[in-house]
């Protein structure tokens, strides 16, 4: 486990703003295999690298959909942040999560989404390390065999907080057309560790099958 208190300040950053309108429902409340839900995971395996230094990014309005992620599930000391405009994708989460960062001293934010349910601890705490070794560049997981970049499994500086919201003004609002042209380092991870979940049939056969019957 990473001392986060003897360590630069690191803002931990769960994305659960998505409005899970393929799952139906919001992915953060779906039962995790190892027990409680993907939120409950999440925010622990967080909780673990980086302490107390908390905070969720949610929908802009949680009475949009059925399928956004209710804040009032999250534990008191959570801190919440909310898009600021809705449904302009992943971008505004991050942007949104740096400025927060930013005017609370952080020198960055160490982003994950809600729907990972393989991703481990050990996989940020060596991510953070990583990072601290350049601390002013972009450093985001990529997947090997096949090879693919994870735009929201990262930690991204402060300092990037502008050309962040050139993406989120931009057209296109897309952080992986936006690391195309920016300069960056990546850190390896199984492609197993990366699974997403975002349809009820990307969820985990072998959990599946444990449930009761309807």
Known sequence: MIDA???????????AGGLSSRMGTPKGLLPH???????DHSLQRLQSVCGKHIAVSLAADEMDAASALPSDILPAEITRLRDARPNLGPAMGVHVSLQH????????CLFTP????DLLADDL??????WREQPTKILLARQSD????????GIYPVSDLDRIQS???????SLYRFLQSTDHRTFDLPASRLRNVNTPADRDPSFDRNQPSE
């Open 125 to 130: 705490a060596s991510l953070i390390q990583t």
């Open 114 to 117: 809600v729907d990972l349910p």
């Open 5 to 15: 208190a003897a360590e630069p300040r690191l803002l931990g950053v769960l994305l």
């Open 146 to 153: 096949p090879e693919r970049l994870q735009p929201l499994v």
């Open 33 to 39: 295999p190892n027990g409680g839900t993907y939120l």
């Open 167 to 173: 993406v989120v003004e931009s057209t296109h609002r």
């Open 101 to 108: 960062a930013a005017s609370n001293g952080y020198l960055g």
